[in-house]
Structure formats: C-alpha cells, structure tokens
C-alpha cells in the first residue's frame, strides 16, 4: 500500500522561505518520490524530481531557488523553497508512479503574498 502524506505549507511573504515535507510509506523506493504543484486554473505541473545517481530535475520557474532532497532512513522527501514568489501559490503534491499507476498526497497549501 502506498500513502504520501505531505505538510509545511501555509502562508509566506514574498522572498521568504518554506520547507514541505512528504512522508512516503509503502514497498517503493522514495527516489521515485517526486514533487508538483497546481495552481488556481492551472494544470498540475512538475517541480522536482530526482534522476539517475544523485542527479535532480527542477522546472525552469524554480531552478535556483527550490531544493528536493531525501531522507532514505525516515522515508521522507522534502522541498526547500526560497525567495519565494507570489506565482508560487499553488497546492503542492507529493507523487509517486509505482507500477505504473499514479499515486498523489492530499497536497499542502503554499500561499504566497507580495
């Protein structure tokens, strides 16, 4: 069974920082744990993810200023995000794609205000 749960969001001043975490549960390797976000009247998009070896990916929006990192002992994924922007405000969702199937957190709430 496969859970993604995430926390941290909430509301930040534009150029603040915020930290979500994801706690992934389930017969998976959380390497395949990656990050989206949604914002109002937009399609769901990719943030981060990470790649092959110790490589990541980041969507050109967040290059430089957002982090995906992991903790394989306590099954945890996080996303470091600074020098936040308000076209940063969106729902953001942990994602896992396990055998092929989609697997989404309830999503946490980022708000951003300038």
């Known amino acids: 069974q496969v859970q993604l749960v995430e926390s941290g969001g909430g509301l930040v001043q534009a150029g603040g920082s915020r930290r979500l975490s994801c706690a992934a549960s389930g017969r998976f390797s959380i390497n395949a744990v990656d990050w989206y976000r949604q914002a109002p009247g937009k399609q769901r998009e990719s943030v981060a993810s990470?790649?092959?070896?110790?490589?990541?990916y980041y969507a050109d929006s967040v290059k430089g200023r957002f982090t995906i990192s992991r903790d394989n002992v306590k099954n945890m994924v996080y996303l470091q995000m600074n020098t936040l922007k308000p076209e940063d405000t969106a729902v953001y969702y942990c994602?896992?794609?396990?055998?092929?199937?989609?697997?989404w957190g309830q999503g946490t709430q980022v708000t951003v205000s300038s």
């Open positions: 994602h896992l794609k396990f055998w092929g199937r989609d697997y």
């Open positions: 990470f790649t092959r070896g110790d490589s990541t």
